[in-house]
Nanobody, 124 residues
């Protein structure tokens, strides 16, 4: 079992950058694929990015390709999301999620463990 805590959210102007971090508890973090999802008010939770357990494979939602980068550090039990060229439509609560020995899935139903979320607000 793993517990996930997100950090790094905040308010930023359009065109700016933020780096989100997901810190996991437990000794088996390296066995988990990690994903980032986001949910805007009144909308469904949507896929942002994912990285497989080894870090050899990543995937991105179409709306963030070329702007966001997911990475992981298994020694530190962290999975980060670097967000550049932010737009007002990126405003949402961002959640990290973990899938045991997963393969960078874009489906939220594949993930077992979820953090509480961190708010990202991009002003125009």
């Amino acid at each position: 079992q793993v517990q996930l805590v997100e950090s790094g959210g905040g308010l930023v102007q359009a065109g700016g950058s933020l780096r989100l971090s997901c810190t996991a508890s437990g000794r088996t973090f390296s066995r988990y694929a990690m994903g980032w999802f986001r949910q805007a008010p009144g909308k469904e939770r949507r896929f942002v990015a994912a990285i497989n357990w080894s870090g050899s494979s990543t995937s991105y939602g179409d709306s963030v390709k070329g702007r966001f980068t997911i990475s992981r550090d298994n020694a530190k039990n962290t999975a980060d999301l670097q967000m550049n060229s932010l737009k007002p439509e990126d405003t949402a609560v961002y959640y990290c999620a973990g899938q045991y020995y997963g393969d960078s899935s874009s489906s939220s139903t594949d993930y077992t463990y979820w953090g509480q979320g961190t708010q990202v607000t991009v002003s125009s």
